[in-house]
């Protein structure tokens, strides 16, 4: 497939640029790091942009204790291999808390909000850097790629503060902090045409493989413990992941890719986006606006 690489290395000069700016402009940054694609290739620009030194970010994942068991491994191989200070924040650890209430959460993807904030507050940490892009989710096209939080972590989409060229404002007041998306104007397409040209190792689910599912409101979900299902609704399908999160929530589709050629002319031919499939995001026309308000990635 023919492909402008000059494309691809604006991008990933603009994200380097990016993350150079939040180790100039911040004093205690993280990079949000799942395993999934997005984060990947995050990992590798911030190699990139501070080499030959070690990636300066403490390394934070947000644990819903509901994940794909390849996911989890493979982000232990990539940190165990790049020496990386990983620290986790755990959703069992907040519904385990006596003190917290979670009844006004309806799932473990809301509970990652408080999770999120908890560990900001914290850590002390005002940036924090995650794989967002523009082109997954119409509330994430208009997020700003320095986006604002305030001192309760929520985001006010109609109060973003202007980008011009290529002038990120890092100024805030204390207990505020930034969410920075150097991935912003990235494509899903371009995520895997720079997997392809980095050579870059992923989790094993983005490939076809044999799985064992069910259905729910017309998507495919994982059998796992953490569903409720009956076993004459359990079938076998070839599936894989176009995006990686909660097992309850995130969608399979059935695909015969098993080679990154093979995803990159799936994708190109599909005219449904990756989250077409992510439960999570049906949950209302302003899901993830909503979400993203109180605090979410």
């Not at 899901?287 to 993203?292: L, N, Q």
Request: hydrophobic share 35%; charged share 30%.
């Amino acid at each position: 497939m023919n492909y402008n690489i000059d494309y691809l290395e604006q991008l990933e000069a603009e994200a380097i640029f990016i993350l150079r700016e939040v180790f100039e402009q911040f004093n205690n940054s993280c990079l949000l790091f799942s395993g999934g694609k997005d984060s990947i290739v995050l990992i590798r620009l911030a190699q990139k942009a501070f080499f030959p030194n070690k990636i300066p970010f403490k390394i934070l994942h947000i644990d819903t204790g509901y994940n794909f068991g390849e996911v989890i491994s493979f982000r232990d191989k990539i940190i165990d291999k790049l020496n990386l200070d990983l620290t986790i924040a755990s959703v069992e650890d907040l519904i385990n808390d006596p003190n917290i209430n979670t009844n006004d959460f309806s799932d473990r993807n809301r509970l990652q909000i408080p999770v999120l904030l908890n560990v900001i507050q914290k850590e002390g940490f005002d940036a924090a850097i995650g794989g967002g892009r523009r082109d997954e989710e119409k509330v994430r096209a208009k997020e700003r790629v320095f986006s604002h939080r305030d001192k309760n972590g929520r985001w006010n989409p109609e109060s973003q503060r202007a980008e011009l060229w290529n002038l990120y404002n890092g100024n805030k007041n204390d207990g505020e902090h930034f969410r920075v998306f150097p991935l912003s104007n990235w494509t899903e397409m371009d995520i895997w045409n720079y997997i392809s040209n980095e050579n870059l190792e992923i989790p094993s689910i983005y490939f076809s493989h044999k799985r064992n599912v069910i259905t729910r409101d017309g998507i495919l979900l994982a059998k796992s413990d953490f569903i409720e299902f009956k076993e004459e609704d359990v079938f076998e399908k070839d599936v894989r992941c176009r995006t990686v999160g909660d097992i309850t929530t995130t969608g399979l589709w059935e695909s015969k890719a098993t080679t990154i050629e093979d995803i990159i002319a799936e994708i190109s031919v599909s005219n449904v986006g990756e989250r077409g499939k992510r439960a999570d995001d049906k949950l209302s026309l302003n899901s993830m606006e909503d979400r993203k308000r109180k605090g979410y990635f």
